[in-house]
């Protein structure tokens, strides 16, 4: 097996001890393959790892890999990324997933768009849980009523929320942004009952601290795939 493909291995055994150390079941939570800046080739040492769905922030290179993958046809782009709506077209033609909507705007602008392409996309709502004013996504306390405006957009399938914690060695500063993500979720589902189930959090460095909190979806790069150059 390739390198890779034993840090698949080894990112997954440590994804199952997280998951029984908080009584859940692995299969609750999913991998996603942070592949941004990674050659097409290694996306393909993934794959053929097992890994099946890959993150992406940068639509043009997201249109090159998809191109260059089209062969693996049970491969799944997510975009993780802010999208500005001059790119919106990327996102229709070749995601299964956004996990960074956090505008009105852009959520028109794609449904109008996947209307036209005769088709829906899975989304997951960005939330700033730490605060930074570096970083995109909602307030905690504007989540509410930007769902509420989105069950305007029949083409966008609400699926939850995804957050980046804040870069902390503190694992308390760390598990607080996961606890509000968790609440505001819960709010989301005793409105609005399923469909907002799903919680993205934790990345390389605080993905066994973000499972302990509920985490359905960890976005893993660097444990994967090495230091980005």
């Known amino acids: 097996m390739s390198e890779v493909g034993d840090r698949v291995d080894e990112v997954r055994a440590q994804i199952a001890a997280a998951c029984a150390d908080a009584g859940r079941d692995p299969a609750e939570v999913r991998l996603l393959a942070v592949s941004k800046t990674r050659p097409s080739s290694t996306v393909r040492e993934a794959y053929d790892a097992g890994c099946r769905w890959f993150g992406e922030n940068r639509l043009q290179e997201l249109r090159e890999k998809a191109g260059e993958l089209s062969g693996l046809t049970d491969l799944s782009w997510s975009v993780i990324g802010h999208v500005q709506r001059n790119k919106a077209a990327v996102v229709v033609d070749l995601a299964a997933e956004l996990q960074s909507l956090d505008s009105l705007e852009l959520a028109a602008d794609l449904d109008r768009r996947l209307a036209a392409a005769g088709r829906t996309l899975d989304v997951l709502v960005q939330v700033n849980t730490s605060g930074e004013a570096t970083k995109s996504g909602l307030r905690p306390d504007e989540v509410e009523a930007f769902a509420e405006s989105l069950q305007a957009y029949g083409r966008l399938v609400p699926k939850g929320l995804m957050t980046i914690a804040l870069p902390s060695e503190d694992d308390r500063e760390v598990a607080a942004c996961f606890e509000t993500l968790a609440r505001v979720r ?20 605080d993905f066994r601290l973000a499972i302990a909190h509920g985490s359905t979806c960890v976005r893993i790069g660097s444990a994967l795939f090495g230091p980005r150059a």
């Open 186 to 205: 819960d709010r989301l589902r005793d409105r609005y009952g399923s469909g907002w189930d799903d919680l993205s959090m934790g990345m390389s460095g």
